[in-house]
Nanobody
Framework: QVQLVESGGGSVQPGGSLRLSCAASGFTFSAYTMNWYRQAPGKERELVASITDSGASTNYPDSMKGRFTISRDNAKNAVYLQMNSLKPEDTAVYYC?????????????WGQGTQVTVSS
């Protein structure tokens, strides 16, 4: 059973920081790129950050570059998202994600999400 469990969300003021965690199980964690997505009410789910299997390469949309940092610990089957200089527009539910390979094709797996609220 594949499981992705996020934690670390909460409410912060603009300019504040949060560190999100994702605990993964049920697959060979070290073999897969891991991702963070977010979704605000009424908006499409969007990619926040990606990190390759070894952690050697990361990717961010322009709006997150310099503020968000993704990292992973393959010994702990965990991926993290450090968020700094948070803005109200960062308010969303943040999801951990992996695209797994199988005999039947590729399958997307999502965590339950953790709420991040940035407001004065």
């Amino acid at each position: 059973q594949v499981q992705l469990v996020e934690s670390g969300g909460g409410s912060v003021q603009p300019g504040g920081s949060l560190r999100l965690s994702c605990a993964a199980s049920g697959f060979t964690f070290s073999a897969y790129t891991m991702n963070w997505y977010r979704q605000a009410p009424g908006k499409e789910r969007e990619l926040v950050a990606s990190i390759t299997d070894s952690g050697a390469s990361t990717n961010y949309p322009d709006s997150m570059k310099g503020r968000f940092t993704i990292s992973r610990d393959n010994a702990k089957n965990a991926v993290y998202l450090q968020m700094n200089s948070l803005k109200p527009e960062d308010t969303a539910v943040y999801y951990c994600h992996v695209l797994l390979r199988s005999t039947w094709g590729r399958v997307n797996y999502w965590g339950q999400g953790t709420q991040v609220t940035v407001s004065s």
